[in-house]
């Protein structure tokens, strides 16, 4: 998205490292704040990482209150993007339809509706029948129920990214891409020397929003940051002309992980594999392939007779919890480990840390987030992930 500057500033009030969806969010929320010195290292383009690759849904159905209040604010954020940032983001709130097959699902959502609902989400749950006629692609066999909001949606990441970016600069925000940061050292009195390919920048203040990549720059500074990095896979159909006019939901197989979503005149798709192992692998593989297949024939058998166009591979950053790790360590911040779902809270989590590095209270405590929970027994697992 922009060609990389030739040489780093010599210092900054405050560096993020990352330019995906959360680090152009929290450097946008940090300038609008008046911070006026901000610099944001990127290794890539922005965008370029987990972002680019991601599916653009955005949701509030969460097991975790924290989830779904991080998501219900994102929505909304999401909502005004084009007048604030300033940016169209082909935001379709469609719904995000979630079927299930097996009776501790529906009682486990069950409960989740109920809390949602608490929340001021308005998810609620369906009959399978319900929900055939909400996303006729669907065949019922096996399900038993389903849940629903019509306030989700999914929207275009990249133009997420613009729109950050592009309001960031207006506000002095500088980004160096294709930039990578080689080692972080303390330099005293809370000062950070940040070392990278094309020169070093000193700063305060630093915040980690590396993705997929953030254990390594947690490691630099003495910060275990458990994420990990794991191959998600996304393919896209020929044009469907039976969908023409027609509000398809990001519908979701709860059972199997099987989800897809209209993508302009076809269908986004895509599905978890449990036999993928961590690393950083962004080749295609067609290793899922029959376990796909299969859910596809069980779930959306119309879906089989209908050419596929191309696809990607991409990263999802996990953590042990599949919840994300949001937090600091002295003025080392971080926002990273988002399990999947880290571009729908992009825009509230981008004013989560804003508020941590201005010490201010966000709009929610995000204290039980912080890394040190894994040591101490104290991890809160996320249900709804895919």
């Known amino acids: 998205m922009t060609t990389a500057s030739p040489e780093l500033p010599a210092r900054a009030e405050v560096v993020v490292i990352g330019g995906g969806v959360m680090g152009t969010s ?4 940090l300038a609008e704040a008046g911070v006026r010195d901000v610099v944001v290292v990127e290794r890539d383009d922005l965008g370029s990482g987990s972002t680019c690759k991601a599916a ?11 989830n779904i209040r991080l998501g219900a604010r994102s929505i909304e954020l999401f909502q005004r993007f084009q007048q ?3 940016q169209e983001i082909d935001l379709h709130q469609v719904g995000y339809l979630f079927l299930l097959s097996s009776r501790e699902h529906v009682t486990a959502f069950e409960r989740n509706v109920d809390l949602q609902n608490s929340l001021g989400v308005r998810s609620r749950m369906l009959t399978a029948e319900e929900a055939r006629r909400i996303s006729p692609l669907i065949e019922t066999d096996g399900l038993l129920a389903a849940t629903y909001s019509p306030d989700d949606g999914h929207c275009t990441p990249e133009s997420v990214v613009l729109g950050y970016a592009t309001a960031a600069r207006r506000f002095g925000v500088r980004f160096h891409t294709r930039t990578t940061v080689r080692s972080i050292v303390g330099t005293g009195s809370d000062t950070f020397r940040v070392e990278t390919d094309r020169g070093a920048v000193s700063a305060g203040t630093l915040v980690c929003a590396a993705g997929a990549w953030s254990r390594e720059i947690g490691a630099m500074v003495g910060v275990d940051l458990p994420v990990s990095p794991l191959r998600r896979q996304i393919m896209f159909t020929e044009p469907m002309p039976e969908l023409h006019d027609r509000v398809t939901p990001f519908t979701i197989d709860f059972g199997s992980t099987f989800y897809f979503h209209r993508e302009g005149r076809g269908l986004l798709f895509g599905m978890s594999d449990p036999d993928e192992t961590p690393g950083f692998k962004l080749d295609m593989s067609d290793a899922w392939l029959p376990r796909l297949t299969e859910a596809i024939g069980r779930r959306a058998p119309r879906l089989l007779d209908v050419g596929v166009r191309d696809g990607w591979a991409g990263l999802y950053e996990v953590t042990p919890d599949h919840n994300a790790l949001i937090g600091s360590a002295g003025r080392f911040f971080y926002a990273t480990g988002f399990s999947g779902h880290g571009f729908l809270q992009g825009p509230a989590v981008g004013e989560v840390v804003r508020d941590l590095v201005l010490d201010r209270e966000p709009f929610v405590d995000v204290s039980t987030l912080d890394a040190s929970r894994f040591a101490a027994d104290r991890a809160r697992p996320e249900l709804n992930c895919v």
């Open 84 to 86: 604030r940032p300033g």
């Open 56 to 66: 653009g849904g955005v949701r509030a159905q969460f097991s975790d209150e924290l």
């Open 26 to 29: 929290i450097a946008f929320h």
